[in-house]
C-alpha cells in the first residue's frame, strides 16, 4: 500500500499506521459478526423472495470481504496522502455532508444519506472535541485546510471509504444499509480511541501538546453540530408531511381509516426526528405498526365506526395510545406490534373459517344444476381497445383481491374475491367478515370495470407504499 511514489513523512506514517491497525481489526470483527447478522434476517424474512436475498449476501460479503477490506485501507492511505502531497492524487472522496437536503436526493441516496447522516452525527456528539483537536493538530502538517469533514479520520470520510468499496463491489442497497449498521456497531462505536490515540502519538511528538487546555478551539464546530440536527429535523418533517399527504389522498384507505392516521402525524413526526432508521429500516415498529393497521383495515366501509366492529374499537385505541407517544419508547412499539399482532391473527383466524364455509356454500349450492342441465353461456360483447383493457383487469383478479363497487354516489362496498365458479366465470365476493356479499359474471365485471363502477385496490404495505410516492416525485421534481 506505501506506493514509493507517495512517501508520508514519519509522523503522520505513525498516525496512519496505528489507526490503519486498528480499523483493520474492526473490519475483521465486522466481517465476523456479518454472516450471523444476515442469517439472523433470513430467518426473520417475510418472504421467500426477501430470504433469498439475504442468503445471497451471505454468500456475496464472504467472496468480496478482502476487495471490501483492501479498498477501505487504500482509500485511508490514499486520504493521508493527499494530507502532504495533494498534487499526487486528486481528491476521489467527497465527504458525507450532514447537513445535505434530503429532497436533492435519488431513491437509493435517500436511504443511504439518512443513515450516513445519522452515524456521523452520533460520532460528533460523542466524540467532538477529541476530533476537533485532532484536526488541528494535522492541520500543522497539511498541506490543505482540514475540518471535521475532510480529516481522513472523521466519520464522514471513514463511512465514504466503506460506501466506496461497498460500491466497487456492486452490493445490493439493502445489504448495503445493513452492512453500514454494522459498520457503525464495530467500528464508528470504536472512534473515541482512535482519535485518543492519534492526538496522543501527535502530543509526544510535539504538534500542539497544549491543545488540549483549549477547548475553546471546537466552540465553532458544535455550532454547526446544532444546525445541522436543525436541518435533520426539518427534513424529517417535510418527509413525514409529504408521507402523511399521501396516505390523506390514498383512494385505497376509507375514510373511516383517513380519519384515525391523521391523529398520527405528530407522534411519527417525532419518531423521524428522534431515529433516522424510521425511513430506512423496513421492520422499524412504527413503520410496521402503520403497515398492519393498514392492512388489517383495508376491507372496511363508510360504517366501520359502528360500534359492533371490534377492530375498529382496537384500532383506535392503538391510534390512541400512539397519539400520545413523544417518540422515545421504542419498547414501548413493539409492545403495541405484538398486542396489535395478536389480537388480528386471532381474527384472521375467524374470518378464514368463514370464508371457507363460504366457499363450500357456494359451490355446493351450484354443483347440482350445472350437472343437471345445459352449460349456461355468457357471451362476451365485441371486444375494442376498452374491452381487452377489461379483460386485463380481470385477468388480475386474484383470490384474495380487494375492490370497491361504488353503486351509486353515496354507497361504496368493499369486498374481497373468495372463488371463481366455473363455467360462466361466477366471482364470489364476501365482506371483512367472510360473509358472502356480492357476485358477478365475467362479462359484468368487464363493463363495471371498464365504466370504473369497480376499482381494484392495493393492498401492499401503505408505508412502503407512500415512501416509493414520495420518492418518485422527489426524482420527478429533482429532474424538473
Same mark, same amino acid.
Given at each position: 500500500? !506505501?506506493?514509493?511514489?507517495? $512517501?508520508?513523512?514519519?509522523?503522520?506514517?505513525?498516525?496512519?499506521?496505528?489507526?490503519?491497525?486498528?480499523?483493520?481489526? &474492526?473490519?475483521?470483527?465486522?466481517?465476523?459478526?456479518?454472516? %450471523?447478522?444476515?442469517? &439472523?434476517?433470513?430467518?426473520?424474512?417475510?418472504?421467500?423472495?426477501?430470504?433469498?436475498?439475504?442468503?445471497?449476501?451471505?454468500?456475496?460479503?464472504?467472496?468480496? $470481504?478482502?476487495?471490501? &477490506? @483492501?479498498?477501505?485501507?487504500?482509500?485511508?492511505?490514499? #486520504?493521508?496522502? @493527499?494530507?502532504?502531497?495533494?498534487?499526487?492524487?486528486?481528491?476521489?472522496?467527497? #465527504?458525507?455532508?450532514? #447537513?445535505?437536503?434530503?429532497?436533492?436526493?435519488?431513491?437509493?441516496?435517500? %436511504?443511504?444519506?439518512?443513515?450516513?447522516?445519522?452515524?456521523?452525527?452520533?460520532?460528533?456528539?460523542?466524540? /467532538?472535541?477529541?476530533?476537533?483537536?485532532?484536526?488541528?493538530?494535522?492541520?500543522?502538517?497539511?498541506? &490543505?485546510?482540514?475540518?471535521?469533514?475532510?480529516?481522513?479520520?472523521?466519520?464522514?470520510?471513514?463511512?465514504?471509504?466503506?460506501?466506496?468499496?461497498?460500491?466497487?463491489?456492486?452490493?445490493?442497497?439493502?445489504?448495503?444499509?445493513?452492512?453500514? @449498521?454494522?459498520?457503525?456497531?464495530?467500528?464508528?462505536?470504536?472512534?473515541?480511541?482512535?482519535?485518543?490515540?492519534?492526538?496522543?502519538?501527535?502530543?509526544?511528538?510535539?504538534?500542539?501538546?497544549?491543545?488540549?487546555?483549549? *477547548?475553546?478551539?471546537?466552540?465553532?464546530?458544535?455550532?454547526?453540530?446544532? /444546525?445541522?440536527?436543525?436541518?435533520?429535523?426539518?427534513?424529517?418533517?417535510?418527509?413525514?408531511?409529504?408521507?402523511?399527504?399521501?396516505?390523506?389522498?390514498?383512494?385505497?384507505?376509507?375514510?373511516?381509516?383517513?380519519?384515525?392516521? #391523521?391523529?398520527?402525524?405528530?407522534?411519527?413526526?417525532?419518531?423521524?426526528?428522534?431515529?433516522?432508521?424510521?425511513?430506512?429500516?423496513?421492520?422499524?415498529?412504527?413503520?410496521?405498526?402503520?403497515?398492519?393497521?393498514?392492512?388489517?383495515?383495508?376491507?372496511?366501509?363508510?360504517?366501520?365506526?359502528?360500534?359492533?366492529?371490534?377492530?375498529?374499537?382496537?384500532?383506535?385505541?392503538?391510534?390512541?395510545?400512539?397519539?400520545?407517544?413523544?417518540?422515545?419508547?421504542?419498547?414501548?412499539?413493539?409492545?403495541?406490534? !405484538?398486542?396489535?399482532?395478536?389480537?388480528?391473527?386471532?381474527? @384472521?383466524?375467524?374470518?378464514?373459517?368463514? %370464508?371457507?364455509?363460504?366457499?363450500?356454500?357456494?359451490?355446493?349450492? $351450484?354443483?347440482?344444476?350445472?350437472?343437471?342441465?345445459?352449460?349456461?353461456?355468457?357471451?362476451?360483447?365485441?371486444?375494442?381497445?376498452?374491452?381487452?383493457?377489461?379483460?386485463?383487469?380481470?385477468? /388480475?383478479?386474484?383470490?384474495?383481491?380487494?375492490?370497491?363497487?361504488?353503486?351509486?354516489?353515496?354507497?361504496?362496498?368493499?369486498?374481497?374475491?373468495?372463488?371463481?365458479?366455473?363455467?360462466?366465470?361466477?366471482?364470489?365476493?364476501?365482506?371483512?367478515?367472510?360473509?358472502?356479499?356480492?357476485?358477478?359474471?365475467?362479462?359484468?365485471?368487464?363493463?363495471?370495470? $371498464?365504466?370504473? *363502477?369497480?376499482?381494484?385496490?392495493?393492498?401492499?404495505?401503505?408505508?412502503?407504499?407512500?415512501?416509493?410516492?414520495?420518492?418518485?416525485?422527489?426524482?420527478?421534481?429533482?429532474?424538473?
Amino acid at each position: 500500500m !506505501h506506493s514509493p511514489l507517495a $512517501r508520508l513523512p514519519v509522523i503522520l506514517l505513525q498516525v496512519h499506521d496505528k489507526a490503519a491497525q486498528q480499523l483493520r481489526n &474492526e473490519l475483521q470483527v465486522l466481517f465476523e459478526n456479518a454472516d %450471523e447478522t444476515l442469517f &439472523e434476517m433470513a430467518d426473520k424474512a417475510q418472504n421467500d423472495t426477501e430470504q433469498s436475498l439475504f442468503f445471497e449476501a451471505m454468500r456475496d460479503v464472504r467472496l468480496k $470481504r478482502k476487495n471490501i &477490506e @483492501r479498498g477501505f485501507l487504500e482509500r485511508l492511505f490514499e #486520504a493521508f496522502i @493527499r494530507l502532504a502531497q495533494p498534487e499526487v492524487a486528486e481528491p476521489a472522496l467527497q #465527504a458525507v455532508a450532514p #447537513a445535505q437536503s434530503a429532497f436533492s436526493l435519488m431513491a437509493n441516496d435517500l %436511504e443511504r444519506a439518512q443513515v450516513t447522516n445519522a452515524m456521523v452525527a452520533r460520532v460528533l456528539a460523542r466524540n /467532538q472535541l477529541a476530533l476537533c483537536q485532532l484536526s488541528a493538530r494535522l492541520n500543522t502538517l497539511s498541506c &490543505e485546510p482540514l475540518d471535521d469533514q475532510n480529516n481522513p479520520l472523521g466519520p464522514a470520510m471513514l463511512c465514504e471509504y466503506f460506501l466506496q468499496s461497498e460500491r466497487d463491489q456492486g452490493m445490493d442497497l439493502k445489504v448495503k444499509l445493513i452492512m453500514l @449498521r454494522l459498520f457503525e456497531k464495530y467500528l464508528l462505536s470504536q472512534t473515541g480511541q482512535l482519535y485518543a490515540d492519534a492526538n496522543q502519538l501527535l502530543i509526544a511528538t510535539g504538534v500542539l501538546p497544549d491543545l488540549a487546555e483549549e *477547548a475553546t478551539c471546537c466552540a465553532t464546530k458544535v455550532s454547526a453540530l446544532e /444546525q445541522q440536527s436543525t436541518n435533520t429535523g426539518e427534513d424529517a418533517g417535510k418527509l413525514v408531511g409529504l408521507l402523511f399527504d399521501y396516505i390523506s389522498d390514498d383512494r385505497n384507505l376509507s375514510q373511516p381509516l383517513k380519519k384515525l392516521l #391523521a391523529l398520527l402525524r405528530e407522534p411519527m413526526l417525532q419518531t423521524a426526528r428522534r431515529d433516522q432508521n424510521f425511513f430506512s429500516c423496513d421492520s422499524h415498529p412504527a413503520r410496521r405498526l402503520l403497515n398492519v393497521i393498514a392492512s388489517a383495515a383495508i376491507g372496511w366501509g363508510a360504517n366501520a365506526e359502528d360500534c359492533s366492529d371490534m377492530l375498529y374499537r382496537k384500532v383506535e385505541h392503538v391510534v390512541l395510545q400512539l397519539a400520545r407517544y413523544a417518540g422515545n419508547n421504542p419498547a414501548l412499539l413493539e409492545s403495541m406490534l !405484538h398486542d396489535f399482532s395478536m389480537f388480528t391473527r386471532g381474527e @384472521r383466524g375467524r374470518i378464514e373459517l368463514l %370464508e371457507q364455509r363460504t366457499r363450500d356454500a357456494e359451490h355446493a349450492r $351450484r354443483r347440482p344444476p350445472f350437472q343437471a342441465s345445459p352449460v349456461q353461456s355468457w357471451p362476451l360483447p365485441a371486444l375494442d381497445e376498452q374491452g381487452h383493457l377489461g379483460l386485463l383487469l380481470v385477468s /388480475q383478479l386474484r383470490i384474495g383481491t380487494w375492490i370497491e363497487l361504488q353503486a351509486d354516489e353515496a354507497t361504496r362496498l368493499r369486498c374481497k374475491l373468495i372463488t371463481i365458479l366455473e363455467p360462466g366465470g361466477i366471482h364470489v365476493f364476501v365482506n371483512r367478515m367472510g360473509a358472502k356479499v356480492l357476485e358477478k359474471n365475467r362479462t359484468d365485471l368487464i363493463v363495471q370495470l $371498464r365504466s370504473g *363502477a369497480i376499482l381494484l385496490l392495493d393492498d401492499r404495505l401503505l408505508f412502503d407504499r407512500a415512501l416509493e410516492s414520495v420518492i418518485d416525485s422527489l426524482r420527478q421534481s429533482g429532474a424538473d
